[in-house]
């Protein structure tokens, strides 16, 4: 069956940076885009990017430009997002998406 499992997540100070992976399995990862999503206690699900399917293709959410990096391996099957100059405003839940899946998410805070 399809699963996608998200880790990287932790407290960070702002300014400071993190690597969030997403591992999926049970569906053709390599031929297909996939996303980043957040949420927060405030908001519903919000879109971060997404990559196309052989990497080329990259979409960011425009609060995100410049300070995220979302990037594949289809040989490991394995979701990137590079997160730096991290802000308290991205604190949230972050997923990887492909079509109706979701993974449990992992938590990212920005405090200091």
């Known amino acids: 069956q399809v699963q996608l499992v998200e880790s990287g997540g932790g407290l960070v100070q702002p300014g400071g940076s993190l690597k969030l992976s997403c591992a999926a399995s049970?569906?053709?990862?390599?031929?297909?885009?996939m996303s980043w999503f957040r949420r927060t206690p405030e908001k519903e699900r919000e879109w971060v990017a997404t990559i196309g399917f052989d990497g080329r293709e990259l979409n960011y959410e425009d609060s995100v430009k410049g300070r995220f990096a979302v990037a594949r391996d289809n040989t490991k099957k394995i979701l990137y997002l590079q997160m730096n100059n991290l802000r308290p405003e991205d604190t949230a839940v972050y997923y990887c998406?492909?079509?109706?899946?979701w993974g449990q998410g992992t938590q990212v805070t920005v405090s200091s």
């Open positions: 049970g569906f053709p990862f390599a031929i297909t885009d």
């Open positions: 998406n492909w079509h109706d899946y």
